[in-house]
């Protein structure tokens, strides 16, 4: 069983930056797909931005070039680094793993980012 315990919401200006964190328990998680959705009030969850256990990043279209996902296998931590923040931006961020090589399906509790105009 693999637990994910996200840090690093709160609120910002719009402009502003913020770092999210997400730790994962286990023994798995450099050979995991990790990422970042994000879900909005009265909107489906959506994918930010996620990366493999080779290093390859993804990013949806609205966050590209102001986003950043990198990982840190030793530590067992995904980060997401948010600059140019917007008040779209404003949502529940969701860390996400996903095993490259066998089933399952891991979710953190969520972390609430808030951005004002």
């Known amino acids: 069983q693999v637990q994910l315990v996200e840090s690093g919401g709160g609120l910002v200006q719009a402009g502003g930056s913020l770092r999210l964190s997400c730790a994962a328990s286990g023994n798995i998680f450099r050979i995991s797909t990790v990422g970042w959705y994000r879900q909005a009030p009265g909107k489906q969850r959506e994918l930010v931005a996620r990366?493999?256990?080779?290093?390859?990043?993804t990013y949806a279209d609205s966050v590209m070039g102001r986003f950043t996902i990198s990982r840190d296998n030793a530590k067992n931590t995904v980060y997401l680094q948010m600059d140019s923040l917007k008040p779209e931006d404003t949502a529940v961020y969701y860390c996400?793993?996903?095993?490259?090589?066998?089933?399952?399906?891991?979710w953190g509790q969520g972390t609430q980012v808030t951005v004002s105009s």
């Open positions: 990366i493999n256990g080779g290093g390859r990043s």
């Open positions: 996400n793993l996903v095993p490259d090589f066998r089933d399952g399906n891991y």
